[in-house]
Nanobody, 118 residues
Framework: QVQLVESGGALVQPGGSLRLSCAASRSIFSFNVMGWYRQAPGKQRELVATITNGGSTNYADSVKGRFTISRDNAKNTVYLQMNSLQAEDTAVYYC????????????WGQGTQVTVSS
């Protein structure tokens, strides 16, 4: 059973920064893709950013230029650096790990709350 543990969520003022961490219980090389998703109250969960085991990244248009996803293979950890935070970024942020070929298996963390407010 794979465990993903997020941390780093907090209350931050508009324009501030946070770094989220997602620690996996096994080597992140075993996952094809890892990523961050978020879900705001009353809204569907949406993709924020992904990174492949080859290091290729993908971002939602709403966070491009502000957020950066990265990985530390030695620590089995994926990060999301969030800068210039806006109220619209308020959500529960979930870590995702995907593995498979053709048929995908998704693993999720428990989520970490990010609140952007003055």
């Amino acid at each position: 059973q794979v465990q993903l543990v997020e941390s780093g969520g907090a209350l931050v003022q508009p324009g501030g920064s946070l770094r989220l961490s997602c620690a996996a219980s096994r080597s992140i090389f075993s996952f094809n893709v890892m990523g961050w998703y978020r879900q705001a109250p009353g809204k569907q969960r949406e993709l924020v950013a992904t990174i492949t085991n080859g290091g290729s990244t993908n971002y939602a248009d709403s966070v491009k230029g502000r957020f950066t996803i990265s990985r530390d293979n030695a620590k089995n950890t994926v990060y999301l650096q969030m800068n210039s935070l806006q109220a619209e970024d308020t959500a529960v942020y979930y870590c995702n790990a995907r593995v498979g070929a053709g048929v995908w298996i998704d693993y999720w963390g428990q989520g970490t709350q990010v609140t952007v407010s003055s």
